[in-house]
């Protein structure tokens, strides 16, 4: 039988680039084929083809052997090609009938809207293919993951064979990942086939049947997962021996950097998202906050950072009370920042990489010589930064929005790390990035560590928290659950807490039963 | 979905005269589109080539030749002088006929002067992430402010009677912009509603002055003020028909200083920071309430000015029909400059040019409403350079595109 999907020789280029170079791919029917390859490699681009966004320049497309052109998403979907995409394309005042059957609306006669046939087919998809979810609620009060479950919908309600999922875990949370690898489960068992785009390696492993590595626009190795590890994986994707788990000696922990105490913090609706929060933070040591997204990590953060006024408690840095002090007082005591959004809050895109690297130092010698910015020394200064610290960047006058996503993190560790810290506060420092920055960035963080500065490290990948911390407290509903020592910590331990399990339930972790995953 | 493509790993950067020319050829070519598009205009006002149709399809040919290059020959002549009038000038020694022959270019120098300061006064506040769509009012308010000084304090010797009348314009702008400025840091207020109200509120409030406290003694309640001291007037140059004046250099000096302030120091850091990104400023630790309130005072102080050089240098009294809108006209201004100083001062060169050769082409019976057709088409083009792109088949240029100001500001602000 012929394979449910073909792509034989596609070649893209764009100016400059070659984004894809004579890509061959087969997809059979009831298997998960995983397209594995770095930010830029040529993944989305290659999906876009499929989906009709762009006609490739070279190259035949195969769906059940019969040779097909797709010019447009509706010619994919008409071939039976439906996609996830990494940003839903959801209306959040619509309902999820109404969001499902937009675009391929029942009908009554007269051409009114029939919502409830549409309901009820939807009802029948949900049940059919566990895909749990409320066709009348509204789009804007689902979850994350439960979104994502309505645009899975939207393509079998199109009567989509071959599934293309871009990136899916990105916008979820661990468990919202395993609930979804259950479903693409689930949907194959069925019949139906899917590409799984990702750079993460754990996930691969977890789920595909095939794995397509790509590097540089070109497929670069073929293999399944019992023939593979992370390590052979990172390798193949990187080009290059990639050090998965990170190399860190023993903490050499030293005074008291940071200090808080009962600390209450109101988010922008003045809920109380922070609730009595009290923990240390020593010199030499890395405390990494775990819990997962939206129980208050972020407005800690911007508590001890000075970006949100707490409502009481007391954030003492280096002894000295910055409670209620402004962003640049906690800086200039020597506190850094890498926050969460890096493109709304740590980067200003418009501006070139050079202007970035003094944004929290501008105004001061040798950058500023009373009002008059010093552009000479920024740029030299800005030059060796990019240099060092090994910025993929065609110069210093760039834009820095015109950089990918591990480079613009990189211009912030850039940024933070040229001045002398007592203090980094790290908020999910490796979001998004791919196997190699995250290395790096990793690294980096533990040079800090070692080089005495109080680390603070906020993330809802329990992996990238349980590898760097030597502390892990957990967050829950805006309190902190409990503070252990990470070589007393097991990921289930941790898993159970973050998930509202009480410390007495979840039972006391034994020592020795820890074992290290890796972030990737 | 297009990160991939929108993040080409290697960016070919341009040398420093292809990037002008890059940055130059869409004004340009809009520019030239809206000639283009004028001629249409002009051909289908112009009674003679309705008379050339007429006779036959020839003739109608060539009563358009004639009418487009007659109406714009006479444009530019009168935007920037006959060369052939001014060699005989020249040629003849007559020291008056000499002056005429020149005065169409000088005086476009003096058409643009309130278009650079009102220009500058629109590009800082985009550059700051605000669109300060009061310039008109302040430029009111700080023409007021300085008309006041410069009739109503007797006796000061002209230095320093003339820097405190035109202080007085800065001042009196600066007072129109820092209420929406400071409106908008506490409250929230948006500028552009704000600026808005701001400017009809200065329409009145000077027409009540002129006709009250301010009237001109004997006008019989015509809403015009007393003539200004010699003392704080802006010195022209030359004798008559020549108005240029020390203004012009002024402004130029300004466009510089606004410059410097943006580019050059901390200040403008701060300004530009907020105005790109506010999140980032206030990470930054830049006071984003005093940013705005700044930016907002200072583009309302250069608006000011183009008012105050306006009565100072030439109107030397204020009178209602004081700007002919070239507040609102500096919003375009800016646009076509690309919210730079050197952009603006470009820009207003443009305009004061075509607003005088406007007069020209009036006594060929072209209407003056068709200049200001012309300038609508321009101003349309370069606020939508896609429309030139998709024309003229440009393709986008994507750090150029970015250099394109405007922040969040529509989008409600803070």
Same mark, same amino acid.
């Not at chain 1, 979820?172 to 139906?192: H, N, S, W, Y």
């Not at chain 1, 977890?206 to 590890?229: M, S």
């Not at chain 1, 009373?370 to 960047?393: C, H, N, P, S």
């Given at each position: 039988m012929a394979p449910v999907l073909e792509l034989k020789g596609i070649t893209k280029r764009f100016p400059g680039v070659l984004a894809n170079d004579h890509i061959n791919l087969t997809l059979n029917e009831g298997e998960i084929l995983a397209l594995l390859g770095e930010n830029g490699a040529g993944k989305?681009?290659?999906?876009?083809?499929?989906? +009709?966004?762009?006609?490739?320049?070279?190259?035949?497309?195969?769906?059940? +052997?019969?040779?097909?052109?797709?010019?447009?998403?509706?010619?994919?979907?008409?071939?039976?090609?439906?996609?996830? &995409?990494? &940003?839903?394309?959801?209306?959040?005042?619509?309902?999820?009938?109404?969001n499902v059957m937009l675009g391929a609306e029942e009908l009554r006669a007269a051409g009114f809207l029939d919502r409830k046939k549409a309901a009820d087919r939807i009802r029948d998809i949900s049940q059919r293919y566990k895909l749990e979810v409320d066709p009348d609620a509204y789009v804007r009060d689902l979850p994350v993951g439960v979104q994502q479950r309505v645009e899975i919908i939207k393509l079998l309600y199109r009567q989509a064979e071959i599934l293309i999922f871009d990136e899916p875990t990105a916008v979820?949370? !661990?468990?919202?990942?395993?609930?979804?690898?259950?479903?693409?489960?689930?949907?194959?068992?069925?019949? $139906?086939?899917? @590409?799984f785009i990702t750079h993460k390696l754990?996930?691969? /492993?977890?789920?595909?049947?095939?794995?397509?590595?790509?590097?540089? +626009? =070109?497929?670069?190795?073929?293999?399944? !997962?019992?023939?593979?590890?992370?390590?052979?994986?990172?390798?193949?994707?990187? %080009?290059?021996?990639?050090?998965?788990?990170?190399?860190?000696?023993?903490?050499?922990?030293?005074? $008291?950097?940071?200090?808080?105490?009962?600390?209450?913090?109101?988010? =922008?609706?003045?809920?109380?998202?922070?609730?009595?929060?009290?923990?240390?933070?020593?010199?030499?040591?890395?405390? %990494?906050?775990?819990?997962?997204?939206?129980?208050?990590?972020?407005?800690?953060?911007?508590?001890?950072?000075?970006?949100?006024?707490?409502n009481s408690g007391t954030i003492r840095l280096l002894g000295q009370d910055i409670t209620r002090a402004t962003p640049r007082q906690v800086t200039e005591l020597g506190s850094a920042h890498i926050p969460e959004d890096r493109q709304r809050d740590g980067l200003v895109l418009s501006f070139p990489v050079a202007d970035n690297t003094v944004l929290c130092t501008y105004y001061k010698p040798p950058y500023a010589?009373?009002?008059?910015?010093?552009?000479?020394?920024?740029?030299?200064? =800005?030059?060796?930064? @990019?240099?060092?610290?090994? @910025?993929?960047?065609?110069?210093?006058?760039?834009?820095?929005?015109?950089?990918?996503? %591990?480079?613009?993190?990189?211009?912030?560790?850039?940024?933070?790390?040229?001045? !002398? @810290?007592?203090? /980094?506060?790290?908020?999910? !420092?490796?979001?998004?990035?791919?196997?190699?920055?995250i290395e790096y960035i990793h690294k980096r963080i533990v040079e800090k560590r070692d080089e005495g500065c109080a680390v603070l490290l906020v993330s809802p990948e329990l992996d990238e928290i349980m590898e760097l911390s030597d502390r892990i407290a957990v967050m829950y509903r805006g309190k902190i659950v409990t503070i252990v020592p990470a070589d007393q910590a097991t990921k289930a331990y941790i898993g159970l807490l973050m998930a509202g399990v009480s410390p007495e339930q979840a039972g006391a972790p034994q020592v020795g039963e820890r074992v290290v995953e890796s972030t990737l | 979905m297009l990160d991939e493509l929108n993040n080409p790993p290697a960016v070919h950067h341009a040398s420093g005269w292809r990037r002008t020319?890059?940055?130059?050829?869409?004004?340009?070519?809009?520019?030239?589109?809206?000639?283009?598009?004028?001629?249409?205009?002009?051909?289908?006002t112009s009674e003679e080539v309705y008379a050339g149709f007429g006779q036959s399809f020839g003739a109608g040919l060539a009563a358009v030749w004639d009418t487009i290059i007659k109406a714009y020959g006479a444009m530019f002549a009168g935007a920037l002088g006959d060369p052939v009038r001014?060699?005989?000038?020249?040629?003849?020694?007559?020291?008056?006929?000499?002056?005429?022959?020149?005065?169409?270019?000088?005086?476009?120098?003096?058409?643009?002067?309130?278009?650079?300061?009102?220009?500058?006064?629109?590009?800082?506040?985009?550059?700051?992430?605000?669109?300060?769509?009061?310039?008109?009012?302040?430029?009111?308010?700080?023409?007021?402010?300085?008309?006041?000084?410069?009739?109503?304090?007797?006796?000061l010797p002209a230095v320093i009677h003339m820097p405190l009348a035109f202080l007085a314009g800065a001042v009196g702008g600066g007072l129109w912009g820092f209420i929406p400025g400071w409106l908008k840091a506490k409250t929230g207020g948006h500028e552009v509603i704000n600026t808005i109200m701001m400017n009809w509120i200065s329409f009145r409030l000077t027409e009540w002055l002129l006709t009250g406290p301010m009237t001109r003694?004997?006008?019989?309640?015509?809403?015009?003020?007393?003539?200004?001291?010699?003392?704080?007037?802006?010195?022209?140059?030359?004798?008559?028909?020549?108005?240029?004046?020390?203004?012009?250099?002024?402004?130029?000096?300004?466009?510089?200083?606004?410059?410097?302030?943006?580019?050059?120091?901390?200040?403008?850091?701060?300004?530009?920071?907020?105005?790109?990104?506010?999140?980032?400023?206030?990470?930054?630790g830049i006071n984003i309430t005093s940013n705005i309130i700044i930016a907002m005072t200072l583009s309302g102080a250069l608006a000011g000015l183009a008012g105050a050089t306006q009565i100072l240098a030439v109107n030397r009294s204020m009178a209602i029909g004081l700007s002919a809108g070239a507040g609102f006209d500096s919003i375009a201004l800016a646009l076509l400059g690309n919210s730079t100083p050197i952009g603006v001062v470009f820009a207003s060169l443009l305009f004061g040019a075509l607003r005088n050769g406007a007069t020209r082409m009036e006594l060929l019976q072209i209407p003056n409403d068709i200049v200001s057709i012309i300038q609508a088409l321009i101003l349309a083009f370069v606020a939508a350079p896609a429309i030139i792109r998709t024309i003229y088949r440009i393709r986008v240029p994507k750090e150029a595109e970015e250099a394109v100001f405007v922040g969040g500001s529509w989008g409600g602000g803070k």
């Open positions: 989305s681009t290659l999906m876009n083809i499929l989906y +009709g966004l762009y006609q490739p320049d070279e190259g035949e497309i195969y769906v059940r +052997g019969k040779k097909t052109t797709i010019v447009s998403p509706t010619d994919a979907i008409r071939s039976g090609i439906g996609m996830v &995409h990494q &940003h839903f394309m959801l209306i959040p005042v619509f309902t999820v009938t109404e979820l949370t !661990p468990q919202e990942a395993d609930e979804l690898f259950a479903i693409m489960r689930e949907l194959i068992r069925q019949g $139906k086939s899917i @590409i754990r996930e691969v /492993l977890e789920v595909a049947d095939h794995i397509l590595v790509i590097r540089r +626009g =070109a497929v670069v190795g073929e293999t399944v !997962p019992q023939g593979a590890d992370k390590n052979s994986l990172a390798a193949m994707m990187v %080009g290059r021996p990639v050090r998965l788990e990170v190399e860190k000696r023993v903490a050499h922990v030293q005074n $008291k950097v940071l200090e808080v105490r009962d600390l209450v913090v109101a988010d =922008a609706q003045k809920q109380i998202t922070v609730d009595e929060v009290s923990f240390d933070v020593h010199a030499g040591e890395i405390l %990494g906050v775990a819990g997962v997204q939206g129980n208050g990590q972020t407005e800690l953060v911007e508590a001890v950072t000075g970006l949100r006024m707490p010589k009373g009002v008059t910015m010093q552009w000479k020394k920024v740029y030299e200064d =800005a030059e060796k930064l @990019i240099q060092d610290f090994d @910025i993929r960047t065609p110069s210093a006058k760039t834009n820095v929005g015109a950089l990918s996503g %591990g480079n613009q993190q990189k211009v912030i560790v850039a940024r933070e790390f040229s001045r !002398p @810290i007592k203090l /980094l506060v790290a908020s999910q !420092p490796t979001r998004g990035l791919d196997v190699g920055s | 020319g890059r940055v130059l050829l869409v004004p340009a070519l809009a520019v030239f589109t809206g000639l283009v598009i004028g001629a249409i205009f002009i051909i289908i001014i060699v005989e000038a020249i040629r003849g020694g007559n020291a008056l006929e000499i002056r005429r022959a020149i005065n169409p270019i000088l005086e476009s120098l003096v058409n643009a002067t309130p278009y650079i300061f009102a220009g500058l006064a629109v590009a800082l506040g985009f550059r700051s992430g605000l669109f300060n769509i009061g310039v008109e009012g302040q430029l009111f308010v700080g023409a007021a402010a300085a008309t006041y000084v410069g009739f109503a304090i007797k006796g003694p004997g006008s019989g309640g015509m809403p015009i003020s007393p003539v200004i001291e010699k003392s704080a007037e802006i010195p022209q140059f030359f004798p008559s028909p020549i108005r240029l004046h020390l203004g012009f250099f002024i402004a130029l000096a300004f466009a510089y200083l606004v410059h410097w302030l943006l580019f050059k120091t901390t200040w403008g850091f701060n300004l530009r920071t907020v105005g790109a990104n506010p999140y980032a400023a206030r990470y930054a």
